[in-house]
């Protein structure tokens, strides 16, 4: 099967304790490669934007607050089944119910601050993808 492209973002809970090399080893142990990475203070219209998909949702504002409360590391993944794969090693939205072994079970702090982001469907990874990086920023 060929490989295919995912988003991710290392995002401040994680950056604030050092961990972007710890969590970026997750995501290569789980078979998935770093093809564009960044380091990035997302302004309050980039984390809007963004997440604007949740605009509804009660947690918006805290989130938006949340991922603009320091820096992240916006990164392309790559890998076979590159979404799936990342979904798996991420764990559940909330650490509380992620599995053994996950970055979230490992490193969230909670429900919010749960350390990583992760594209839900190939057709999310390419709109969430071009949001960041422009197409010479990544070299597979
Ligand atoms: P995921 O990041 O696992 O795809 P969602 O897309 O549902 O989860 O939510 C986006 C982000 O919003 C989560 O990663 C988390 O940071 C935050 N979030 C989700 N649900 C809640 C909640 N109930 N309370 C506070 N923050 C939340
Ligand atoms: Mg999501």
Redesign the pocket.
């Known amino acids: 099967m060929a490989a295919t492209r995912t988003f991710s973002i290392i ?1 401040p809970d994680a950056t604030r304790r050092n961990l972007t090399g710890a969590i970026t080893k997750k995501l290569e142990d789980a078979g998935l490669r770093v093809v564009a990475s960044k380091r990035i203070h997302m302004t309050r219209d980039q984390a809007e934007g963004f ?1 604007a ?2 605009k509804e ?4 504002n ?2 938006c607050a ?2 603009t409360s320091g820096p992240v590391v916006v990164q392309v993944l790559e890998g076979e089944n590159a979404v799936l794969r990342n ?1 798996e090693v ?1 764990g ?3 650490p509380a119910d992620a599995a053994e072994g996950t970055i ?1 079970k490992e490193f969230a702090e ?5 350390s ?3 594209s ?1 469907s190939d057709e999310n990874a390419k709109i969430e993808i071009d949001f960041f990086f422009k197409p010479e920023e990544i070299v597979g």
């Open positions: 995002k997440y998909v949740h949702r009660p947690f918006y805290d989130l949340f991922m979904r991420m559940a939205t909330n979230r909670s429900i919010e601050a749960n990583v982001h992760g839900d």
